[in-house]
């Protein structure tokens, strides 16, 4: 497995609360992505980045807010935790190769989040 | 934006047969086709991959095939061992370099 962690890799909070997830990698990849996957929906990008301080939202970015102040860490952050934001959150990385050609992506082990 | 469907939801086959996974995409411009295996509580994991200049590719029991014009492509597992079993995505890259629309997924049961 690529060297990516999460943290923490399961948490129970309830509504209201602030919560944020943390993905730290070890291999200098450019690009990092936080993704939510739910029963019948595979997995949706909420949101991504493609560099320090470079972030974009994806589908389901209603709710979630990030930060990327160095190469390694890219944060998610609920700022006040709802019920429907109980899923188990993945991050990703991948480096675009220089010819552009392909995008392999790797994924962390995960974050299971119940919001009671 | 990009939309990828995937069928079946669920695919039971008997040890030794086939399996055969379908997904469709809107956005004529998406060039980039993966395929990822997630075993229950893993992560998941690329199993193969295909560009858009290539109709299949094939690695040992596993192949894809992909129709640019009809805008769909398919994973083909022959042989299934029961360790095949597991949720298997279809994902296509988006326009925008980088940003991936993933399908609902298969879960895929390989029986003795």
């Known amino acids: 497995d690529a060297g990516i962690t999460q943290s923490p890799r399961h948490k129970v909070t309830e509504t209201g609360t602030p919560v944020t997830l943390r993905c730290h990698q070890t291999?200098?990849?450019?690009?990092m992505y936080w993704y939510r996957q739910d029963p019948g929906h595979g997995l949706r990008l909420i949101h991504y980045?493609?560099?320090?301080?470079?972030?974009d939202k994806g589908e389901v970015s209603d709710g979630y807010s990030v930060s990327r102040s160095k190469t390694e860490d890219f944060l998610l952050t609920l700022e006040s935790a709802t019920s429907s934001q109980t899923s188990v959150y993945f991050c990703?990385?991948?480096?675009?190769?220089?010819?552009?050609?392909?995008?392999?992506?790797?994924f962390g082990p995960g974050t299971r989040l119940t919001v009671l | 934006g990009e939309n990828v469907e995937q069928h079946p939801s669920t695919l039971s086959v008997q040890e030794g047969d086939s399996a055969v996974i379908k997904c469709t995409y809107s956005?004529?411009?998406?060039?980039?086709f993966p395929w990822y295996k997630q075993e229950l509580g893993k992560r998941p994991q690329l199993i193969i991959d295909?560009?858009?200049?290539?109709g299949e590719k094939k690695d040992q029991r596993i192949a894809v095939t992909l129709n640019k014009t009809a805008k769909h492509f398919s994973l083909h597992i022959t042989e299934t061992q029961p360790e095949d079993s597991a949720v298997y995505f279809c994902a296509a890259e988006e326009d925008s370099w980088g940003k991936f629309q993933f399908g609902a997924g298969t879960q895929v049961v390989v029986t003795p």
């Open positions: 990703a990385i991948s480096e675009p190769p220089e010819t552009f050609i392909y995008n392999e992506q790797f």
């Open positions: 295909i560009r858009s200049n290539v």
């Open positions: 291999e200098n990849h450019r690009y």
């Open positions: 980045s493609y560099g320090v301080k470079d972030t």
């Open positions: 956005d004529s411009a998406s060039n980039y």
